[in-house]
């Protein structure tokens, strides 16, 4: 398996199974796996689990206590890497897609080591942001990194925590996926502050 796509959800189903969409319209679906994490207490994703499953049967959910809500992603991103055996993993929030042709090819044609990968366009609802935009001088959005180099623990917030570790800390390089875009649809419910999603 080329890539696990790793999404810790809560109460957004509809933003979930369009981000699921987007992967397998951009890419090659036996070319990546979906490991989802929902909290024991989010029943409206909870009763979608069944309609996910016989649409993508590559959508892995794992259900687990809601513990500290966003401050806890790193924690869930760690448990669904564990469950990955894919080359490269990625984080995706359920109010995000992925587009641009085959960025499963573009992937692919990187090592496994000494770089982590992003998207080369960062759209935040009507705005687009220029070619390298998802690299940061302290984040990195949308990033896909080689499983086997993740660290853990992994904390939060995950973008700046790779950044630091593996940018800063290692020294990597970030390579950019040519003419694919990370469109994040933030939902309103979206806060560092907000202690009910993600």
């Known amino acids: 398996m080329l890539c696990s796509f790793l999404i810790p959800t809560r109460h957004r189903v509809n933003g979930l199974f369009a981000a699921i969409q987007s992967m397998h319209t951009s890419a090659d679906p036996s070319n990546f796996d979906v490991h989802i994490r929902i909290d024991d207490d989010d029943s409206q994703t909870l009763s979608e689990r069944d309609a996910l499953a016989a649409l993508y ?12 809500g966003y401050r806890s992603v790193g924690q869930f991103i760690a448990e669904l890497a564990a469950n990955s055996s894919a080359q490269w993993v990625s984080m995706l929030d359920d109010d995000v897609t992925l587009e641009g042709h085959r960025w499963d090819l573009k992937l692919a044609s990187l090592p496994l080591s000494g770089i982590i990968a992003v998207p080369e366009f960062y759209t935040l609802g009507k705005s687009r942001y220029p070619s390298g935009s998802c690299k940061a001088s302290a984040y990195l959005t949308g990033w896909f990194a080689p499983r086997t180099s993740l660290p853990h623990p992994i904390a939060s917030p995950v973008d700046r925590w790779i950044y630091s570790t593996m940018i800063k800390q290692r020294s990597w390089s970030v390579a950019t996926l040519q003419g694919v875009t990370y469109n994040h649809q933030r939902h309103p419910s979206a806060s560092l502050h907000d202690s009910s999603h993600h």
């Open 57 to 68: 049967p590559n959508v892995h959910p794992i259900i687990g206590p809601r513990h500290s």
